[in-house]
């Protein structure tokens, strides 16, 4: 399977890898995010549902072994790679861009770590604080905070329940996010 996925047959593999990616992508574009629980729809905005979303798929992942741990890895450097084309279509030059893949990396990096943290805590509170924290930093109270942990929350369960070959096979759903 590893060979299948990752050897001889890389346009089948990049298909896979741009499907799963646009999947990820769809979710962290859902409108009621931006409409109904006022995430900002700015660059930063897109960024921090996009890096929730891509957590959520890798937090599906972690422990696999074999060609789920290299989907994993690939689908991490998409990931960054449209990060870095944003910012270039943004206006940042090839000086600057460095810098601010950094920043954002490690932005990446302490958030899944936070979120991680409290899910597998089950900790609604303490991932509700993490993403008003992270989404929404000055906005002081944020009302639908807690509206989105419990989507998260939703949206792990829901990738739980996928089985391994279907995501290998370039096919993720997360769940709708509900206006109500």
């Known amino acids: 399977m590893f060979q299948r996925l990752f050897g001889r047959e890389r346009h089948a593999n990049r298909a896979i890898t741009e499907a799963l990616y646009a999947q990820i992508v769809a979710a962290a574009r859902q409108t009621v995010f931006y409409s109904h629980w006022n995430v900002p729809d700015t660059p930063l905005g897109r960024f921090e ?55 954002l990396a490690k932005m990446f990096y302490g958030r899944t770590a936070a979120y991680d943290d409290a899910l597998e805590r089950n900790d609604h509170d303490g991932l509700t604080a993490a993403l008003a924290r992270n989404v929404r930093p000055d906005a002081g109270a944020w009302p639908q905070a807690s509206r989105l942990a419990v989507h998260v929350a939703d949206a792990a369960r829901h990738l739980a329940a996928q089985p391994t070959e279907s995501i290998l096979s370039g096919t993720v759903t997360f769940p709708t996010a509900k206006a109500d």
């Open 49 to 103: 549902m996009l890096s929730l979303h891509m957590f959520l798929f890798q937090h599906r992942l972690r422990g696999e072994g074999g060609a789920a741990q290299e989907v994993a890895q690939v689908l991490i450097d998409e990931f960054f790679l449209d990060v870095d084309h944003s910012l270039r279509e943004l206006g940042i030059g090839d000086v600057g861009v460095p810098k601010r893949m950094k920043k």
